[in-house]
């Protein structure tokens, strides 16, 4: 013979389950991931191609940031940044930047080592028609040391 206890057990384990099953199948139903079609393509925007730090100290580290938008129907991608050399570190988020959203590209640069004028150059590689984007760096680099020949 089943006692109560036993009874009163399983209907509270089957009203457990009967709620764990229909929260899942909720929380399923939320979770669908809407999925929008583009046509046409994407088109970058910087608003500045250059950057000038001006003056600087040799070894000083500074940054910069170019911003742009995608002002394109599609959604951008930036595929690659390649600099002229390590003092430059590009740093950017490598997500899909959706039409009219807007995105930037950050730039270390480490004056060790350099003197006088300098000139760095940044290649974006993008999937917009205008695949690559030629960003420019400049400075003058004081340097206090003296030569010996």
Do not use: H
């Not at 930036?78 to 590209?105: A, F, M, N, Q, R």
């Amino acid at each position: 013979m089943v006692s109560y206890n036993k009874i009163i057990n399983i209907i509270i384990i089957a009203t457990f389950l009967s709620i764990s099953f229909s929260c899942n199948e909720q929380k399923n139903e939320n979770k669908q991931v809407v999925k929008i079609k583009y046509s046409g393509k994407p088109v970058i925007k910087f608003e500045n191609n250059s950057y000038d730090f001006g003056t600087l100290e040799e070894g000083e580290i500074v940054e910069c940031s170019f911003r742009y938008k995608n002002t394109g129907t599609a959604p951008l991608k930036i595929t690659k940044i390649i600099t002229d050399c390590g003092c430059t570190v590009p740093k950017y988020d490598k997500k899909d930047v959706l039409p009219k959203e807007e995105s930037k590209i950050k730039v270390t640069f480490d004056s060790r080592g350099f003197r006088n004028n300098i000139y760095k150059t940044i290649t974006v590689e993008t999937n917009a028609d205008t695949s690559k984007i030629l960003l420019i760096l400049t400075a003058f680099i004081k340097n206090n040391n003296t030569l010996n020949y």
